[in-house]
């Protein structure tokens, strides 16, 4: 009989994996401790629940790296992927989806299928013997965290991101607001009209920025914000490196035209996403914060056309985490102490739904390898996936250690390509298709 494969934890990575592996014939357990035991940004007993944004950003496979994943992870024939686009919401140009409907496709795909069995409740230690993959996400619970510290010996490090307000549609005012994608980006007349935007003046802006710096924030611990990555920063840190810094980041005014004063352009406009196919939500996009609720109430009712908003959910701030993988993992994935264990998913040292996704897949195809007796290399780190996987178990400085999404960055250079801004796009386009290529091939092993 083939051996089984043991996952803990039902999230992005956990459920892509296993349907990676039930998909190559081997029976697979899922281990999710919800509804059991919840975690404080989890609301459902759902498998790939969404904990924030409803968002996997770009969906451009040609410009974009983490478009680039999407589409690695759609030829690998990705559960992830496949639930995104059946239940996706017009976003203009990024890959938007709705929660419930998505987690919920993930769920019932996967009881549905034959050799995937999932069991319910916490597993509170590390495993000593088959074929195992931790995918327990930043949020990985307080006893298996303990396991996993004391078995590494390294520190498990933690820190805090931020959650965006969410607010009910029908409790913006349509007299101040109106839809517009950022430079009417988008295929359909439904996605140039994708997000609504709130446009302020100069003393609008400068009141706002007062009211964020005077705010009641949750304080820190000390130590504990030196964990910051940029793609995440709540608005006060921002608001605190410099006054105009939301200025030229999310409340940027470019790109969008004011339908109520055609002829005014905004100092600066504060941009919110659909977050349900109902449209009846909406989240406030870059705004993820620390402020304290009430403060988050005030300050945010301040914004033009949100005076008598609603609220579905608050801000927040919450724990991340993850591994120093570069000097615990080795390039298939395996815990160097304890082969028998992979890690995949954000404790990994990735970030974002979209490279937790990957990095469950590529954990469960080299599981698959392992237990069907066969040789699979790491992919090529020209691939957005070997880019990432070569990052974390061993291209980023171990000492520095941070969290990472997928970005160009990661990628070696293709070589004779204009550098600098101007020849941008057509080195994009040759990474993407250098990367196309190099990962059917590796699919095709
Ligand atoms: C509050 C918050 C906001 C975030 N916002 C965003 C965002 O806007 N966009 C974005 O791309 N990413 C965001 N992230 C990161 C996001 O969580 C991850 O990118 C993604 O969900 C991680 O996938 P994962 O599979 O590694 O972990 P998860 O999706 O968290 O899945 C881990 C699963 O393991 C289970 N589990 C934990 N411990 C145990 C145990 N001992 N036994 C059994 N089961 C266990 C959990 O219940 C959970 O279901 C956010 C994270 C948090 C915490």
Redesign the pocket.
């Known amino acids: 009989m083939t051996e089984k494969l043991h996952i803990?934890?039902?999230?992005?990575?956990?459920?892509e994996a296993a349907w990676q592996a039930a998909q190559a014939g081997i029976p697979v357990v899922i281990?999710?401790?919800?509804p059991h035991?919840g975690?404080f940004?989890?609301q459902t007993g759902n498998?790939?629940?969404?904990?924030?944004?409803n968002?996997?950003?770009s969906d451009d496979s040609e410009q974009n790296a983490v478009g680039l994943l999407h589409w690695e992870m759609r030829e690998a024939g990705g559960l992830i992927m496949e639930m995104a686009d059946a239940h996706s919401l017009p976003a203009g140009g990024a890959l938007a989806v709705d929660r419930d409907q998505f987690a919920e496709g993930v769920t019932a795909r996967l009881r549905e299928h034959p050799l995937v069995t999932i069991e319910e409740?916490?597993?509170?230690a590390l495993p000593d013997d088959g074929h195992w993959i931790i995918?327990?996400?930043?949020?990985?619970?307080g006893?298996?965290a303990e396991a996993i510290r004391a078995e590494t010996g390294a520190e498990a490090l933690a820190f805090f991101?931020a959650?965006?307000p969410i607010v009910y549609a029908d409790s913006v005012d349509m007299d101040k607001a109106w839809f517009q994608s950022r430079y009417d980006k988008g295929e359909t007349e439904e996605e140039r009209k994708a997000y609504l935007n709130c446009p302020m003046d100069r003393d609008q802006y400068e009141a706002f920025i007062d009211a964020i710096l005077a705010a009641d924030k949750t304080e820190f611990h000390e130590g504990e914000t030196a964990g910051y990555f940029d793609g995440?920063l709540p608005i006060e840190v921002m608001a605190e490196r410099g006054r105009e810094t939301l200025r030229f980041g999310p409340m940027k005014p470019v790109g969008l035209t004011n339908p109520h004063q055609p002829d005014v352009k905004a100092y600066a406009v504060v941009q919110l996403r659909r977050d349900n196919a109902l449209g009846t939500l909406f989240n406030i996009v870059g705004f993820q914060t620390k402020m304290k609720y009430g403060a988050q109430t005030d300050v945010f009712r301040m914004i033009p056309g949100l005076e008598d908003a609603k609220f579905a959910r608050l801000g927040?701030i919450?724990?991340?985490t993850f591994l120093n993988s570069p000097t615990l993992l080795d390039d298939q994935m395996r815990l160097k102490s304890r082969p028998n264990i992979r890690f995949?998913?954000?404790?990994t040292g990735v970030?974002?739904?979209?490279?937790?996704?990957a990095?469950?897949l590529l954990a469960a195809r080299f599981a698959i390898a392992e237990i069907t007796g066969k040789e699979l290399t790491t992919p090529p780190a020209e691939t957005a996936m070997g880019a990432l996987v070569t990052h974390i178990t061993g291209g980023a400085e171990a000492k520095t250690f941070q969290p990472m999404n997928v970005n160009f960055g990661l990628f070696p250079p293709v070589e004779g390509l204009k550098g600098g801004r101007r020849g941008r796009k057509d080195r994009y386009k040759a990474y993407t298709d250098r990367a196309k290529e190099l990962w059917k091939g590796w699919l095709a092993q």
């Open positions: 803990i934890g039902g999230g992005m990575a956990g459920s281990h999710e401790m919800r035991v975690t940004a989890h498998l790939a629940e969404m904990v924030c944004s968002s996997f950003r409740g916490e597993i509170a995918a327990t996400g930043p949020l990985t619970s006893n298996l991101d959650i965006a995440c927040g919450h724990r991340n995949a998913g954000q404790i970030e974002g739904y979209v490279e937790s996704a990095m469950g």
